[in-house]
């Protein structure tokens, strides 16, 4: 078998990417996976197994290490290396690599793929549409307010700016793109990238995201306690867990929302910005006045109490107010 139909066979790749996988792994990197198979193996075993000098071969195997394409672990000071996969290493090259040499449509084809694996891959979205939220599972727990985030950023232990890999994926909106915030040391790694930010800095960053029109979600819940671990700045048009949330009907329930919008009618300059900047339509141009232009309406149903409009308000005529029951610890 040639080595790309054996290496993609093991890297679980999708068949219609098999012509495109030279931009993600070298001949060098397939050999290594495919000489590993389904083991987990030391780096002088696989010397032994390619007749190569263990020095060359354990520098090859950390460059692959750090690109999604080999994984390893270490027991008793003991490092094994298994072969990878392409679910990990997709969002790994979208990310750092050179992702926009793969032609537009099979880079639709895989934002598609993405997001049917992202799906079967976190199956716990069933419990939250089926019974209560299992927030000790699920990520981007919360739909947060600037304020919110901006006390997380106070608690973070490290703070790292990543770029979105649903964005990089989807490529449906034209928004910034290095917007994912890890707030917390333990979740840094030798694989994470990214760059790191002061709190200010961060801060900065969430304002200005947030005048942009995307949504701010993150947890856990009990932050407080537990100390805060991951914020996203998200639309709906490109992020998996909207996309998700919205398809599987999770509204409400997640990312949990906390809060609603209030209109106030009589404030409102009928300029439309709300309208511009709201993902779920809750304020949205309805009828016609002769000649005149739209009425601003408002469906609070429709709303995820995301704060975006209250912040593009010129005349103030929308608040939030907090959902009973919708407590954050």
């Known amino acids: ?53 263990e020095e060359e071969i354990e520098s090859c195997l950390e460059q ?52 049917a694996e992202y799906l079967k891959r976190n199956d716990y979205f069933k419990a939250v549409h089926d019974a209560s939220p299992e927030y000790d599972q699920c990520h981007n727990e919360w739909i947060l307010l600037v304020s919110e985030v901006e006390a997380m950023i106070d608690a973070a232990t490290a703070i790292r700016v990543l770029p979105c890999d649903c964005k990089m994926l989807a490529e449906n909106c034209d928004h910034s793109r290095e917007i994912c915030l890890v707030l917390d040391k333990n979740r840094v790694t030798d694989r994470t990238g990214g760059r790191e930010l ?45 996309r998700a949330a ?39 141009f309805a009828g016609m006045d002769g000649n005149e232009m739209k009425q601003m309406a408002f469906d609070p149903k429709l709303c995820w109490g995301c704060g975006i409009c209250v912040s593009t308000c010129p005349s103030q005529a929308i608040r939030l107010v907090k959902i009973s029951g919708g407590e954050m610890a």
């Open 1 to 53: 078998m040639p080595l790309v139909d054996d290496f993609s066979k093991l890297f679980d790749a999708p068949g219609f990417i098999k012509p495109y996988l030279h931009f993600f792994a070298t001949k060098q990197e397939m050999r290594l996976a495919a000489t590993l198979g389904k083991e987990s193996l030391t780096a002088r075993e696989l010397a032994g197994l390619l007749a190569q000098p």
């Open 246 to 284: 919205i398809q599987l009907g999770t509204k409400g329930k997640w990312p949990r929302s906390r809060y609603v919008a209030v209109y106030d009618k009589e404030k409102c300059l009928q300029c439309g910005l709300c309208a511009k900047r709201c993902y779920f339509a809750a304020f949205h």
């Open 64 to 115: 692959a290490y750090l690109r999604h394409i080999i994984d390893k672990d270490s027991e008793n000071d003991t490092i094994r290396y298994r072969a990878g996969n392409f679910y990990s290493r997709l969002r790994n090259f979208c990310l750092f690599g050179n992702y926009h040499i793969i032609p537009p449509r099979i880079r639709k084809k895989l934002d598609e793929w993405d997001f």
């Open 198 to 242: 002061t709190k200010d800095e961060a801060k900065k960053l969430i304002r200005e995201l947030d005048q942009e029109g995307l949504m701010h979600t993150g947890g856990p819940p009990n932050w407080q306690e537990t100390g805060p671990a991951v914020v996203c700045n998200c639309c709906a048009c490109c992020c998996y867990p909207f």
